[in-house]
């Protein structure tokens, strides 16, 4: 078993690392796909609103427009869900290794009780073994979330392409 303290530091900071990259991206997803709604919609309003227009949502154009939505929303709700700590909060346990337990604790001096009390070494370590785990399952789970999130949005973007060439065809 590792009881190299330094090591598992430096393993509990890339993971932290890792988290932080996937809140990174998930926050690059909402902000891209916001942009793009908005220009999307206001161009499809502007056009839709306007008597002289010729462009109808019918068919193909409407069936485009609706999987470029779906796959939009999509990716704006799988960013937020990886955005979302997940599992961590709902544990009741304390611990001094990992910001989730100690945000159980009631107080700033339950935290400092249990901070100065005798904890050995070996108790230490394994609270730290422990928390690298929590978050490297927490910091997996929002990489898969951030990865389908951009997979959505580009799907979306392509599908958006498409319903402009679309458009462009029939109006």
């Given at each position: 078993m590792i009881k190299d303290e330094s090591f598992l530091q430096y393993t509990h900071d890339f993971a932290f690392r890792w988290y932080q990259q996937a809140d990174t991206k998930a926050q690059v997803i909402l902000g891209f796909t916001g942009v793009?709604?908005?220009?999307l919609v206001g161009a499809l309003v502007s056009r839709l609103g306007n008597?002289?227009?010729?462009i109808e949502l019918r068919g193909f154009p409407l069936?485009?427009?609706?999987?470029?939505?779906?796959?939009?929303?999509?990716?704006?709700?799988?960013?937020?869900a990886a955005l979302w700590s997940r599992g961590v909060f709902r544990l009741e346990e304390t611990g001094?290794?990992?910001?989730?337990?100690?945000a159980n604790y009631r107080s700033?001096?339950?935290?400092?009780?249990?901070?100065t009390k005798d904890m050995t070494q070996d108790d230490y370590v394994d609270e730290l073994v422990g928390s690298i785990h929590i978050l490297s399952k927490n910091t997996r789970l929002k990489h898969q979330l951030v990865d389908l999130a951009a997979i959505c949005s580009g799907l979306g973007l392509f599908s958006t392409v498409l319903l402009a060439i679309a458009l462009l065809l029939v109006g």
């Open positions: 793009f709604l908005s220009i008597s002289e227009s010729q069936i485009l427009l609706s999987i470029v939505v779906v796959l939009h929303l999509g990716a704006v709700i799988l960013a937020a001094v290794a990992f910001f989730g337990r100690i700033g001096q339950d935290f400092k009780a249990v901070v």
